[in-house]
């Protein structure tokens, strides 16, 4: 069986990553792609990089998110906490982190998938694709059956209902959705180590080739240890289940 | 996308499957029986009939039976066997149902209003069994219905279903089956999927229809014509049949009503009362002789223009919203110290729902055989009855939400159980003894029984232990 695990917006969350893995290797997991955001806000980047590059190496895919770009990178005019948090990224991660996440793709195609952080529209734009007309310019630009993302920090299903035509439905954790290849179809994974939908349990995705099953998922994980760590690294206090 | 258009022939391999015969041509696509899986039940294979030219409608319909049936379960559908790849060759394979086509039947219409009431209870099971799974059919209609041998119904042909789990690829469309017309409910003309209730108006348009002969609203041939059902009132079912008795046409009107909130908000419900017409509280609507007049009405239509559309709440919620309540007393030891917990645990249970629906039973038992024959000795049922309302009255139930029973059976645990399966019952409340109480009182206990047992959660209630009584192990 081939079975991809989706992963996004780790954001350096150590115990999210590794509990969505471990949730991924017990569901029989094959092949990984992580969609972006590998670090930021989260106090373990050194780690969740090193974790990441080992999987890239033995195959997974990577791509390059919007912190991650910020980090190796320049970090435009964002917010006052954000560069903050950007600034002590860079000093937790050595060189050759920063250079490999800088040298991360901002897209990928392969075979059917396209695997993007925001939208295959404009990657570099780190455009939110949060709603039907988005998903289509993603879908579109994409022009593959299968588009997966990250960047929105929440779990969404964008399909084709007619041709031209892109809904959005709420995907139900745990719950395995025919995604056929006869239609386009936009899956935001939702985020691994800071979601932002009121339950902090870690999002992720996996896709079932075969079979054209998509099942998204929720993983409880200690996420008051991530939090006890974020402050101790006195980063700042951007909780993501206490944020609206 | 090239799909094969012609007809399967008698003889010809699909995968695994051999075509034996056609045997409908349904709304959706062609029907054959076929053999080649040892399922131990007989088998269908059902083929969207796409021809050239022809809209997205039949693949749609038939991308959405393949992904909604194979997710449902229970008696009330046909099981499902296997999918088609849809870009080879598209079909689905499924149990052959034996029964009766309801479609069959409308010849013998206007029926007794007893046999309304029980085809009407049997569907009603079926869709709250669907409800429950968190889908809606959205197209239900006589030609949709087989009922088996046993008398249960069977919901057959998910093209235009509906799941909270899946996608919605008929969301852009709109569309409707033909010959379902007369049978689709007001808020899906106006493109709302997703709402049990539609499915409660729909088998509103179906007992009217078994119970007259006629149709509520006609057959309409165009779109005006099907917009009427968002304010126009049918003529009252009684006034076109004899047999229609009050209760059945309060039952069918509450279910045709366009407002979904006025209408049954639950197919338990609707059972519940197809089942127990002498619990049925009669309203205005049980006695109309006309429909409302003509001012009345036009000012419906001017509200259903006007008139945001309704969202459906979710099917899960709408549902939790809408128990039913089953609390057992003991009539017969009426002074008994757990009565009033009872009540109270009554009360908190209800205080969670807006839409609840309250049974109250007390099973007595039977007489034994060659009694003495005296009368007055012990409380006849009506004495129980009396006493059960007394018992209700202090928690103040509006009388449309509640139902009293006495039931006579040497089982009371059995009789609670069987009383719960056949009227979809979510909850009982019932008492049970302390564990201080004389050994094995639990295991002897209705309490124990009826919780090993019940199809249902089951709420016990215990009398606290007083603090300086050890318990007994």
Redesign the interface.
């Known amino acids: 069986m081939l079975l991809l695990a989706l992963l996004s917006d780790l954001h350096a969350n150590l115990e999210a990553l590794d509990a969505c893995l471990k949730h991924a290797r017990e569901s029989g997991a094959t092949r990984y792609a992580f969609l972006g955001d590998l670090v930021g806000y989260g106090a373990d980047p050194a780690l969740v990089v090193e974790i990441v590059r080992r999987h890239v190496a033995e195959g997974a895919l990577a791509v390059q998110g919007n912190h991650d770009a910020w980090v190796a990178k320049y970090a435009g005019a964002i917010a006052e906490s954000v560069q903050q948090s950007i600034r002590w990224t860079r000093d937790a991660l050595s060189a050759d982190a920063k250079a490999w996440l800088g040298s991360l793709p901002l897209c990928l195609r392969e075979e059917a998938f396209c695997f993007v952080h925001a939208s295959a529209a404009a990657p570099e734009r780190w455009e939110y694709v949060d709603d039907p007309r988005l998903a289509k310019k993603s879908a579109d630009a994409a022009g593959l059956p299968w588009t997966f993302s990250g960047h929105v920090h929440r779990q969404m299903l964008f399909f084709e209902a007619s041709p031209g035509k892109m809904w959005s439905f709420d995907p139900v954790p745990g719950s395995a959705v025919p995604v056929r290849r006869s239609r386009r179809w936009v899956a935001i994974v939702g985020s691994v180590g800071q979601p932002r939908e009121r339950n902090p349990a870690a999002a992720y995705a996996l896709f079932d080739l075969e079979r054209e099953k998509l099942t998204f998922h929720r993983v409880p994980y200690d996420h008051l240890a991530a939090a006890r760590k974020i402050r101790a690294a006195g980063l700042p206090d951007l909780l993501p289940w206490s944020s609206p | ?1 090239s799909v094969p258009t012609e007809r399967l022939r008698a003889g010809e391999l699909i995968d695994d499957f051999l075509v034996w015969e056609g045997v409908h041509p349904g709304a959706h696509g062609v029907v054959y029986r076929v053999t080649g899986r040892d399922t131990g039940f007989p088998l269908l294979m059902k083929v969207p009939r796409l021809q050239a030219g022809d809209s ?1 409608g039949p693949l749609l319909n038939y ?1 959405t039976e ?2 909604i049936l194979p997710a449902l379960s229970g008696p009330h559908v046909p099981r499902f066997v296997a999918a088609g790849d ?2 080879r060759m598209p079909y689905v394979v499924l149990e052959w149902i034996e029964g009766q086509n309801l479609e069959s039947q409308l010849a013998r219409c206007p029926m007794p209003a007893e046999e309304v009431a029980r085809i009407g209870a049997a569907i009603a099971d079926a869709l709250h069994s669907l409800h429950r799974q968190g889908a809606v059919h959205c197209d239900l209609k006589p030609d949709n219905v087989i009922l088996r041998p046993t008398g249960e119904a069977v919901l057959i042909d998910f093209g235009l279903a509906w799941h ?10 709109k569309l409707f089956a033909a010959g379902s017309a007369p049978y689709i409910s007001p808020e899906q003309l106006l493109g709302v999927r997703g709402d049990a209730r539609s499915d409660v108006f729909s088998l509103g348009v179906v007992l009217y229809e078994l119970a007259t002969g006629e149709l509520p609203f006609g057959i309409p041939a165009s779109t005006g014509g099907l917009r009427q059902r968002l304010w126009m009132d049918p003529d009252p079912p009684t006034l076109l049949s004899s047999g229609v008795t009050p209760v059945l046409q309060e039952v069918i009107l509450r279910c045709l009503d366009p407002q979904v909130a006025q209408r049954y908000q639950s197919a338990a419900h609707l059972a519940f009362d197809l089942r127990q017409p002498d619990q049925v509280q009669l309203t205005s609507r049980a006695f109309k002789k006309r429909p409302a007049g003509f001012f009345t009405q036009t000012q419906r239509w001017w509200k259903a223009r006007v008139a945001p559309i309704p969202q459906p709440p979710t099917t899960k919620r709408a549902l939790d919203a809408a128990p039913v309540i089953m609390v057992a007393v003991d009539t017969t030891h009426s002074q008994d110290e757990r009565q009033p917990a009872i009540q109270r645990a009554t009360r908190q249970v209800l205080m969670l729902s807006d839409e609840f629906r309250l049974i109250c039973v007390s099973v007595v038992k039977a007489a034994p055989l060659g009694g003495t024959g005296e009368e007055g000795a012990s409380p006849s049922h009506l004495d129980h009855m009396v006493l059960l309302r007394n018992w209700m009255a202090p928690l103040g139930v509006p009388p449309q939400r509640l139902s009293l029973h006495v039931i006579v059976a040497p089982d009371p645990s059995g009789a609670l159980i069987e009383f719960a399966r056949r009227n979809n019952v979510d909850l009982i409340v019932l008492g049970a003894p302390r564990p201080s109480e004389e050994p094995l009182a639990w295991w002897r206990s209705v309490a124990s029984s009826v919780t090993a047992n019940a199809p249902c959660s089951v709420h016990v209630v215990r009398v606290p232990e007083p603090k300086d009584e050890p318990s007994r192990s």
């Open positions: 996308m997205a991308e393949a992904m849809i870009r909270a789990r899946f996608p919605d690829l008929l969301a852009e469309e």
